[in-house]
């Protein structure tokens, strides 16, 4: 979660220079629809799609592959940042 006091623009940025697959982006209008703005980074497209859509398609993806917990902070803020 990209809870940084930073643009948009910028924190989507991040997210494509550190190989994110899907970045979902959650604003006053996604709000009042339901729905989120994905990012795919597979194809470059932007897509509305309800939260469930997008957690069936990461699963789809992931498949029977091992997942890990992660070993760091969930909040970017909180991680550290090496430049």
Known sequence: VDDREETVAKKVR???TEWVPYV???GSREQ???TLSVRV???RSVREMKPDELAELVK???G???RLPLYEPKLLSMRPRFK
Do not use: I, S, Y
């Open 41 to 43: 980074r597979r194809d």
């Open 60 to 62: 789809k993806e992931v």
């Open 32 to 34: 009042a629809a339901g």
């Open 24 to 26: 979902a982006v959650v």
């Open 64 to 66: 029977d592959k091992p």
């Open 14 to 16: 991040d997210a494509e």
